[in-house]
């Protein structure tokens, strides 16, 4: 079965703002809560669907990639690229937008639900820029790039503890990663949550930190990354590979790597969208004559027949020359403007020649053309 439109499932229009946005996935949350609605499968449903909605939408990058392309531009795996969610993913990700609707331990409906709402740390996103070649871009390329960035310490296996230390249950929070306040006011008491300062939201802390990275579970490294760039990628445009970002302290989840795409100058070749431009000149003879010229493509040459009397600014067409679409069948088209050269220095001969030819009737423009003749044009540009 397809998925239904993320907009659609949140139900916000297409330029909502990240608060509407917001707004929206904690009223769809609330309302398919599994507290709220116990045993009903089609209500847990609705309540994946939207946080797999909500996750894509409240990411900048996300939401862009999928603006452009749908669900066929997400790849595969969490959340919004997969819907492979579980309870505990929503919970532990987007738990904070809930407020203290369900208590600090998600159980206001009374439902005895225990899920803590113990943090997972995540590591920080990783931006990086890919200059390519028009060849490249033709083709899709895979790129092997060197990064410094955050990696697992492997003297604790990215634990943070010291090797025969262990972690030990937050004495402040009781493993939960929260701690409640209740406050006694006109209208009764009232319950808060907030991330236990003691444990930073983790629930559990080290009994002795790993002196290779001071308990952290990461240290500063280099890692070789092979990304695959698709086919038809513009300038400007971001992908994204999933978990090649920096490594979340203590054995969290690593972020993303960010590919930013540049294109590089050909020397000869001009991008338009999907087709490619190229600026070919001929002399005044060869426009008149006709003749066949050799003309440069994206992977090689081609050549091409100019027809006799051909005019200055025809534009030749050659199908499928140029660049694919990501995602898309099909190929641009490369598109040749003919130029006709004029010489900026004329001998006394050759001005001669030219003025005898000014004077043919096959030189002159066609009757009820606004246009001075070629050569009249020439004339007056030696004078």
């Known amino acids: 079965m397809s998925k239904r439109d993320y907009y659609e499932v949140l139900e916000v229009e297409r330029n909502a703002s990240g608060q509407e946005i917001k707004k929206a996935y904690r009223k769809m949350a609330l309302k398919y809560h599994p507290d ?16 797999e909605a909500y996750e894509v939408l409240s990411s900048a990058d996300k939401k862009n990639r999928y603006d452009q392309f749908g669900h066929a531009g997400m790849r595969n795996g969490r959340g919004g690229f997969g819907g492979g969610m579980s309870m505990d993913d929503i919970f532990s990700q987007f738990g904070d937008i809930f407020g203290g609707a369900f208590g600090g331990a998600f159980n206001g409906f009374g439902g005895g639900r225990s899920q803590t709402r113990r943090r997972i740390n995540r590591g920080s996103n990783i931006r990086v820029k890919v200059t390519l070649s028009l060849l490249e871009i033709a083709n899709g390329v895979e790129k092997k790039i060197k990064v410094n960035k955050y990696i697992g310490c492997k003297a604790c296996d990215g634990s943070g503890a010291k090797h025969g230390s262990s972690y030990g249950t937050c004495h402040s929070c009781n493993g939960t990663g929260q701690v409640v306040q209740v406050t006694n006011t006109f ?17 559990r802390t080290i009994t002795e930190k790993c002196a290779e990275c001071a308990g952290q ?3 500063r490294g280099e890692d070789i990354i092979t990304i695959k760039i698709p086919a038809g990628v513009e300038e400007g445009m971001q992908l994204s590979v999933s978990g090649k970002g920096n490594a979340g302290a203590r054995g969290g989840i690593p972020g993303d790597l960010l590919v930013l795409i540049e294109e590089k100058p050909n020397p000869d070749l001009v991008r338009d969208g999907r087709n490619v431009l190229y600026e070919q000149y001929i002399s005044i003879s060869d426009a008149a004559l006709g003749t066949t010229v050799e003309v440069p493509t994206i992977d090689g040459k ?5 027809h006799p009397g051909t005019q200055a600014g025809k534009v030749m067409r050659l199908k499928g020359k140029g660049l694919p679409v990501v995602n898309a069948y099909g190929h641009g088209d490369l598109l040749v403007t003919i130029n006709v050269w004029i ?19 096959n030189f002159k423009p066609n009757p009820g053309s606004k246009d001075k003749g070629f050569f009249d044009r020439m004339k007056e540009y030696f004078q």
Do not use: W, Y
Request: hydrophobic share 30%; charged share 35%.
């Open 36 to 51: 709220k609605n116990p045993d009903d499968p089609d209500s847990e449903a609705r309540f994946k669907e939207a946080a």
């Open 217 to 219: 579970g990461v240290i």
């Open 187 to 203: 209208l009764g008491q009232m319950q808060t949550a907030s991330t236990c300062p003691s444990c930073h939201g983790e629930g």
């Open 302 to 306: 081609a050549r091409i027949k100019i």
């Open 343 to 361: 010489p900026k220095e004329l001998t006394k001969e050759e001005k001669g020649i030219l003025e005898k030819l000014s004077k043919a009737e």
